[in-house]
């Protein structure tokens, strides 16, 4: 672990350690996209996932209701958050790691055929680093998918500008999509440009 990573473990565990209890209570009010998101991915065949920064296990265990018979697994940096995810999600294999160099085959066993960014890659600080190592690491075929803020561009200037500088306060810097489009990924923007849903493809 570089001194880097080391710092921003830091970070995060003393971040989250205040806010897990409410969590899900306040992020439904702003993380919006991710039950899009998930719907797309329970619309296609898959049998084991990844997801990266699962935080409380929220999202794994909405899959895990609709999808019992997959494996699941995630990739934590914060230790506070991993004890929460591991606590809701019994069923569940979980790596204390950064995304950038997480071995995701060691996860499940084998490499997922799902590798899931909910709200993580904007808090990642070597974020295309990130996205490719996941995507080299997916199974050949499979999929990485992510959630998370966009540019914000259609939203008010004022409103714009001041969520961007609250998201600074957490280290959040929202995604830019053509970044995201230069990498080959699909996406869907949402209303006011404030979320992105995006999906890379490894090939076969």
């Known amino acids: 672990m570089t001194p880097e990573q080391t710092e921003h473990r830091v970070f995060l565990n003393r971040y989250y350690r205040a806010a897990r209890p409410i969590y899900d209570v306040t992020r439904k009010y702003y993380l919006f996209g991710r039950d899009r998101a998930l719907e797309g991915l329970l619309a296609a065949p898959w049998a084991s996932l990844v997801e990266v920064g699962p935080g409380t296990g929220r999202n794994l265990e909405i899959l895990q209701r609709r999808r019992a ?10 230790d506070a958050m991993l004890e929460r995810a591991a606590a809701r999600c019994p ?3 979980f790596q204390r790691a950064f995304a950038e160099d997480a071995d995701y085959a060691a996860v499940l066993g084998a490499p997922p055929q799902r590798i899931f960014f909910s709200y993580c890659l904007s808090m990642v600080q070597r974020r295309e680093e990130a996205l490719q190592h996941a995507l080299s690491q997916v199974a050949p075929g499979g999929e990485v998918h992510v959630v998370d803020f966009a540019d914000l561009r259609g939203l008010p200037r004022p409103l714009a500008a001041g969520l961007r500088a609250w998201l600074e306060l957490y280290r959040v810097t929202p995604l830019e999509p053509g970044w995201l489009a230069g990498l080959g990924a699909d996406m869907v923007l949402g209303p006011g440009r404030y979320y992105v849903l995006a999906r890379l493809r490894r090939p076969q």
Do not use: D, T
């Open 69 to 78: 018979w997959a494996l699941y697994g995630g990739i934590e940096a914060a």
């Open 91 to 93: 069923w569940a294999h």
